[in-house]
């Protein structure tokens, strides 16, 4: 028999009664029933019960076992009385009768629990990050993890792509974050960077004529932290095809992504034909650019209704700019005036100065409009506001007012505000889409200057004349996200693989061709070799699995993750360097001194 085990903790079955076995594992917990032992065993892969009774040889060293020391035991399988099975576990209809227990490692007091799954403060789960992964469920997490990983994996090989693997040690790129820099021992004074994507890689790999790339690739960025993005380095599906158009980009990766998520979806429904929603479509239907299609409310525009009415306050801001319009957010069984109270307490938690709202009630056999608005713009303009957004008795209405450009993405979170606090939101599916015809330039107030929305490597809608002839403002980039539930799960774009066309694009954001040339001279020089039209995406493979397994952040997904602070608690990272080693670097510290 092998020195320690024959089984793990999930195999052995009802079959199996009667046969000498070998376990190894933890103690989950002991329980003692007057004298008889019962030893919960735990591995990787599940759950055994151990019996040991005090005429077992076994039974002094039972006494002696707690919770995580690791066992080794030798036992014969026996079948539980009807009463005492376990239908919730795999191996619930049997139980292990030890003969022999062997020590193999003691534990000190748990700083942590790791039996149940109890809130604990998290720079102690960070530390003890390797108890904290006992636990079940973030055990569970990570093997959903590697399995969601290797689904992505093979459905890529069927559809074509080739896994290649890009440097991690490059230079630095403007990715719209800060890059994490590497200093050269070799070349002093000069650093390497950590990629924040293998964006220009990528494109390289299609010019030298690779056709269908993927790669789960790690990426680096030096950024804050938050729920949905996990500090210093996270994991895309990274890819990019030669010879297409978006259309084509969005019709092979919609099945893979959907093929994902039905597999680990545990019965919920996926979408099965993605909506493509353009961009500015997206902001006045939504207030989002990644927004949670189970939330049913739609924004609209209702600013007819209040031009030179007598709420003064909307119709004073219509007359006097005519940027100036009034959206809607229609919601249904919202129409109570402590629910309006409540929506109008939580706008003036956010820094608005409120949130205006008509709800409608029967009063007899009329349906009438009630609240302020209501009163001071009169019965009629009350109820075509009503027969515009498909209200009823009991429903109500909320309305913000300005240039949209500056209120809608708090439209935006007020109709996801509505939609989870009235329970419209349907959260028992996945809702995936694609957000289309993404701006290709923004205007910076703070520089007084133009710069690029997104992806700097995208191709314009229009081309060379567009850039040339078009106010720069009104140009679309052929870029598109797939969103899921409210997050932005993939983002990717046509690329722009001409390099007259990529000088002109940088040009109109205040860089010479001098500058371009020396900071993309990798793509610049390869698209004057015939570079093939291109397009890809890449897909966040933390925020999927996120998804996926119902985790609240992505440290409940990840192995070693940081904390909100950027540490490793677990490593004592980052730490300082020592003399020597800033010495072999050519390097001296000068740490800023904080304001007071």
Not at 194 to 208: F, G, I, R, T
Not at 319 to 324: E, N, R
Not at 383 to 410: C, M, N, T, W, Y
Not at 581 to 595: N, T
């Amino acid at each position: 028999m092998h020195r320690y085990r024959s089984h793990t903790c999930a195999q052995l079955r009802k079959s199996d009664v009667g046969s000498a076995v070998r376990l190894s594992g933890w103690v989950h917990r002991v329980r003692d029933h007057g004298g008889l032992l019962f030893i919960d065993m735990r591995d990787h892969y599940g759950l055994t019960q151990i019996v040991a009774d005090p005429d077992s040889p076994a039974f002094k060293v039972a006494e002696t076992v707690r919770g995580e020391w690791v066992i080794r035991v030798d036992g014969e399988v026996k079948a539980r009385m009807a009463e005492a099975v376990n239908g919730n576990l795999p191996t619930g209809e049997i139980e292990v009768f030890a003969k022999e227990i062997e020590v193999l490692s003691v534990s000190k007091e748990l700083p942590l629990p790791v039996f149940g799954e109890p809130e604990y403060p998290e720079d102690i789960r960070l530390k003890y990050r390797f108890l904290d992964l006992r636990r079940e469920t973030l055990h569970k997490n990570i093997v959903a993890r590697t399995k969601i990983i290797a689904e992505m994996r093979n459905r890529m090989g069927a559809e074509g792509f080739t896994e290649y693997s890009t440097p991690i040690l490059t230079a630095s790129s403007p990715e719209g974050a800060r890059d994490f820099l590497v200093p050269s021992r070799i070349h002093p004074g000069k650093f390497f960077a950590l990629p924040q994507a293998p964006q220009q890689y990528k494109q390289l790999l299609m010019v030298a004529g690779f056709d269908r790339y993927f790669q789960i690739a790690p990426c680096f960025r030096d950024e804050d932290p938050r729920a949905d993005r996990l500090p210093g380095e996270f994991y895309q599906l990274d890819l990019e095809m030669s010879f297409v158009t978006q259309e084509d980009v969005w019709n092979t990766m919609e099945p893979v992504m959907r093929g994902v998520f039905e597999k680990f979806a545990d019965g919920k429904p996926v979408t099965q034909k993605f909506r493509r929603i353009p961009y500015d479509t997206a902001l006045r239907t939504y207030g989002s650019d990644k927004p949670d299609l189970r939330n049913p409310i739609e924004l609209q525009e209702v600013t007819r209704h209040f031009d030179g009415s007598g709420f003064k306050v909307f119709a004073g801001m219509i007359a006097s700019d005519p940027k100036v319009e009034v959206w809607a957010i229609p919601a249904k069984t919202g129409g109570s005036r402590a629910f309006c109270d409540r929506m109008n307490a939580w706008a003036q938690s956010e820094g608005q100065p409120g949130l205006g709202y008509i709800f409608w009630r029967k009063e007899g056999d009329k349906l009438e409009g009630a609240g302020p608005i209501a009163k001071n713009i009169g019965e009629e303009r009350t109820e075509a506001i009503r027969q515009q957004l498909g209200l009823s008795d009991g429903d109500a209405a909320f309305f913000v007012a300005g240039d949209p450009k500056k209120f809608v993405s708090f439209a935006g979170a007020a109709r996801t505000r509505a939609g989870e606090e009235l329970n419209l939101v349907d959260r028992d599916r996945f809702e995936l889409c694609w957000i289309i015809d993404f701006p290709f330039y923004e205007w910076l107030e703070d520089e007084k200057k133009i710069d690029f929305a997104h992806n700097p490597f995208s191709m314009p809608q229009g081309g060379l004349d567009a850039l040339t002839n078009q106010d720069p403002l009104t140009i679309k980039a052929y870029q598109y996200d797939m969103v899921c539930n409210g997050f932005e799960i993939a983002s990717g774009s046509i690329r722009n693989q001409l390099p007259e066309l990529m000088v002109k694009a940088f040009e109109l954001t205040g860089k010479t061709r001098e500058e371009v040339e020396e900071q993309f001279g990798g793509l610049y020089r390869a698209f004057q070799y015939g570079a093939p039209p291109h397009g890809g995406m890449a897909a966040g493979v933390d925020r999927v699995i996120m998804l996926l397994v119902g985790a609240k952040n992505l440290r409940e997904v990840t192995l070693f993750p940081m904390n909100q602070q950027a540490q490793d608690l677990l490593m004592n990272a980052p730490a300082e360097a020592t003399p020597q080693q800033l010495r072999e670097l050519s390097l001296r510290v000068a740490v800023a001194k904080k304001e007071a």
